[in-house]
């Protein structure tokens, strides 16, 4: 019910001194939502899938519908994923003229060579793509594990650069996004609100 009426169209649009109630329940003040989420292995990032379980299921939440992710990790990766209902936010996030950075820790099946760090940094050409990635930040960390950080988001992009230099990647987590690391508080499968700050310094 909107200020007291009940309300079929799914776009009304409604003030924060709008009385929202769903299913007999006052919903607080409307208004977009932001989180930050420590995705486990095992969970996709999709609004529905009929086979395994989805990063929504972990949100303690009444209402998840309005929720989309602000850049999506493949099924088996781990760390930071945030979600919300403001899609001007997200679109900020992820599209690709905004040069968002995302910062990933890398486990791979082959040492990585110092040909295939130089290439990397510089842009390789994925299987099936006419364009070389952008110009990549690359800290090895030890023979098997890397920091990659990269302003485009292409599918399975960073599964992909590694495979164009011979290699594979066998545990991949984000870091980062922008500036919002993945608060060390949350353990795998947790998730919080993000601050008023957080919201505003993500693409800052
Ligand atoms: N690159 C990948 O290959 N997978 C992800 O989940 C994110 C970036």
């Given at each position: ?34 989180f ?55 679109h ?6 905004r ?19 130089e ?16 110009p ?21 992009q ?40 957080e ?6």
């Amino acid at each position: 019910m909107v200020d007291g009426e009940t309300e079929k169209s799914t776009s009304r649009r409604v003030v924060p001194e709008t009385r929202v109630i769903l299913d007999g329940n006052e919903t607080g003040q409307p208004g977009p939502r932001y989180f930050m989420l420590h995705k486990p292995q095992g969970y996709v990032c999709s609004t529905g899938d009929p086979q395994h379980p989805t990063v929504l299921d972990l949100l303690d939440e009444e209402i998840t519908g309005d929720l989309h992710f602000a850049g999506r990790l493949d099924i088996d990766a781990t760390g930071l994923v945030l979600i919300t209902s403001d899609g001007q936010w997200s679109h900020r996030i992820v599209a690709p003229g905004r040069k968002c950075r995302k910062r990933y820790r890398v486990t791979l099946a082959d040492p990585l060579t110092a040909s295939g760090a130089e290439k990397l940094r510089q842009g390789v050409l994925l299987r099936n793509e006419p364009q070389p990635t952008q110009p990549a930040m690359l800290e090895i960390l030890a023979e098997r594990s890397c920091l990659l950080t990269i302003t485009e988001g292409r599918y399975h992009q960073v599964k992909r650069m590694f495979a164009a230099v011979g290699n594979r990647v066998i545990g991949l987590h984000r870091a980062s996004i922008g500036n919002l690391e993945l608060d060390d508080d949350l353990a795998p499968g947790a998730y919080r609100r993000l601050s008023l700050q957080e919201i505003e310094v993500v693409t800052r």
